[in-house]
């Protein structure tokens, strides 16, 4: 018995069925190359963005910040116990929840801890994280790690059915698919990733004034921008510095889109033998 070959059409074709451009008996299958690529490819850039451009509104998260405060919790690394061997986390975190490389785990580890990052850290760790200047932090095996106080807040209450638990990499256990969070992590430590086809760019807030918004919102659900801004009135950078200019505060709270000029503070000083010194 032969098998009829398909008519010799293009699978754009409106009068060729899916049978005829795919068919289900024979050993070869005619595809259209660019269909299945730009298939592939839109299944590809939805993963990148979703892992690594764009964090969950609800816990202000992407996936390996959420694996790894999440493990720490379940280990018991928290803010009142000593600290650990930041190659135990990593350790932790790659076997059961992110086996992607240790490095992307640690260096995620390291940002987290550094307070010139974060405005808030989650992490507090021992040994050298690095610095502000670009100078490297120590191998993973030379600095010890745990939970910050803050960072506790983000998983309170998570074993009490309060979030929805997806089946691990392995599917060997579950993890949380999002992090209770009783603080809104993602607007006062802000958020920064790039992908596909699309990035995106929070900055940090003071958290009392977030606090304080949230708030006026809870009071009075109709209030304007104009009552929100009084109260929570531009971002907060962990470095400090002044933003020159409302303009682009405004545009960023409203359309999404702004631009921001930071500069330093600066201060002339005299030193002991008489040379005048600009302090940055």
């Known amino acids: 018995m032969t098998q009829k070959n398909p008519p010799e059409s293009t699978p754009d074709d409106p009068n060729v069925t899916e049978d005829q451009v795919h068919p289900v008996n024979g050993n070869i299958v005619d595809v259209s190359i660019s269909k299945t690529m730009k298939d592939a490819y839109i299944t590809y850039a939805l993963s990148v963005i979703k892992s690594r451009a764009l964090p ?3 816990d202000g998260m992407k996936p390996v910040h959420r694996r790894i405060i999440y493990s720490m919790q379940e280990e018991g690394y928290r803010s009142d116990k000593r600290r650990v061997k ?7 975190v790659n076997k059961k929840y992110h086996p992607h490389g240790d490095g992307a785990i640690y260096d995620t580890i390291v940002r987290l801890a550094q307070d010139f990052s974060l405005r808030y850290p989650l992490v507090d760790g021992q040994g050298n994280f690095g610095s502000i200047d670009g100078d490297p932090p120590a191998a993973q095996r030379y600095t010890e790690i745990r939970l910050a106080k803050l960072a506790e807040e983000l998983s309170v209450d998570i074993n009490k059915d309060t979030v929805n638990f997806i089946p691990s990499y392995d599917e060997s256990r579950k993890e949380p698919e999002v992090l209770p969070a009783r603080i809104p992590a993602l607007l006062i430590n802000g958020g920064s990733g790039i992908a596909v086809g699309m990035a995106t760019n929070i900055p940090p807030h003071n958290i009392a004034e977030v606090c304080d918004a949230l708030l006026l919102l809870i009071e009075d659900p109709n209030c304007g921008f104009k009552d929100i801004i ?3 009135p531009g971002p907060d950078f962990p470095t400090g510095g002044i933003i020159c200019g409302k303009k682009g505060i405004v ?7 702004g631009h921001l000029t930071v500069r330093g503070k600066t201060s002339i000083e ?6 005048i010194k600009i302090i940055i």
């Open 251 to 257: 545009d960023a709270y409203t359309t999404g889109r």
């Open 270 to 275: 005299t030193d002991k033998r008489g040379k």
């Open 56 to 58: 969950d509104i609800r």
């Open 230 to 232: 009084k109260l929570l």
């Open 86 to 92: 930041s190659a135990a986390v990593v350790g932790d």
